[in-house]
């Protein structure tokens, strides 16, 4: 069994920042690709960001040279570092592992950022 618990959404003015956790805990022999995708309302989940066990890593253009995923391997954690943040990346994010050809997902974590 494999449990992900993200951290760190909340509130924040337009132009603030952010920094999302998510903790994989379990039957966890190694962990492939990481991501972050995010439900806005109303609207269908997108990705937001990913990373391979290389570090390569891939953004959503809206995140482009705001957000940095990376992730720390010895502590089973991915990070979304989120700057420069607009109104509309207000959305619930979700974390997103792959275990052994197994997806596995966060609960989520809300962030609002007000104008």
């Known amino acids: 069994q494999v449990r992900l618990v993200e951290s760190g959404g909340g509130l924040v003015q337009a132009g603030g920042s952010l920094r999302l956790s998510c903790l994989a805990s379990g039957s966890i022999f190694s962990i492939n690709a990481m991501a972050w995708y995010r439900r806005a309302p109303g609207k269908q989940r997108e990705l937001v960001a990913s990373?391979?066990?290389?570090?390569?890593?891939n953004y959503a253009d809206s995140v482009k040279g705001r957000f940095t995923i990376s992730r720390d391997n010895a502590k089973n954690t991915v990070y979304l570092q989120m700057n420069s943040l607009k109104p509309e990346d207000t959305a619930v994010y979700y974390c997103r592992i792959v275990v052994a050809s197994l997806l596995y997902w966060g609960q989520g974590t809300q962030v609002t950022v007000s104008s």
């Open positions: 990373i391979t066990t290389d570090g390569n890593t």
